[in-house]
């Protein structure tokens, strides 16, 4: 068990423990997480309490995890993990104050990573905050060492299809924001060519394909161009 924890070494730069990073994103922030995760993750545990971080350590080794830093305190926690810059991490609470509890579910918003969180005791209310703040697992009473391995690729596997879903929600947005602009160039082409509707979208996507861009790109230059000569 020894074996499976190290100790995350604190920073010494006084500067980095009086300010918490607020603009600068974990690297890969948005990028999904293998769920069979082959690749030697590295798992944080964010633990003051040796003993239970030693349960979540034992159950992570005996799953093959070994890639495992713990960080005992909660000080400028969110620095210390973008520092760390984990695949997967896990928060162990015990008897969670609202403080507490607030200050992990802003960590779990702004890593966007997979968060899986042990609690000893909960309400309705932190379990709904749970779900606004991203967290893909919260466990209410349940550390015990056996059920690591199979919360760990729940927890993974739910933060994937989230990811999945942004990224679908996310084209779409694009994709409708384009339509509305494509629509706007073609009845300034329209106005100003005498065009109809379709030869207009055919001016349009010809220029797109010779000069190799995309519709859209093309549509916001078209409309970019009829604001400058107003």
Do not use: W
């Not at 423990?17 to 974990?26: G, L, V, W, Y």
């Not at 080794?61 to 969110?78: D, K």
């Not at 992990?104 to 990573?113: G, T």
């Amino acid at each position: 068990m020894a074996g499976a924890l190290e100790r995350e070494a604190l920073p010494t730069n006084p500067s980095r423990r009086k300010t918490e990073p607020t603009a600068q994103p974990a690297p890969g922030r948005n990028a999904s997480v293998s769920s069979h995760m082959d690749a030697a993750p590295k798992i944080v545990i964010v633990d003051e309490n040796p003993l239970r971080a030693a349960i979540l350590a034992e159950g992570l080794a005996e799953a093959g995890y070994t890639h495992v830093i713990r960080i005992a305190e909660t000080l400028n926690l969110l620095a210390r993990i973008y520092e760390l810059d984990p695949d997967v991490i896990l928060i162990d609470l015990e008897n969670p104050s609202r403080d507490v509890l607030a200050q992990m579910f802003q960590v779990s918003r702004a890593v966007r990573r997979p968060v899986a969180m042990f609690v000893d005791q909960s309400d309705a209310a932190a379990i709904e905050a749970a779900v606004d703040a991203g967290v893909s697992a919260y466990i209410v009473n349940g550390l015990r060492k056996e059920r690591i391995k199979n919360i760990l690729d729940l927890c993974v596997s739910r933060f994937n299809a989230f990811v999945r879903l942004q990224d679908e929600l996310e084209r779409t947005r694009t994709e409708l924001s384009e339509r509305k602009v494509i629509d706007r160039a073609k009845g300034i082409l329209m106005k100003v060519r005498n065009l109809s509707e379709a030869d207009a979208y055919a001016l349009l996507r010809k220029t797109a394909m010779n000069e190799n861009k995309r519709l859209g790109e093309i549509a916001q230059s078209v409309v970019t161009a009829a604001e400058l000569l107003k």
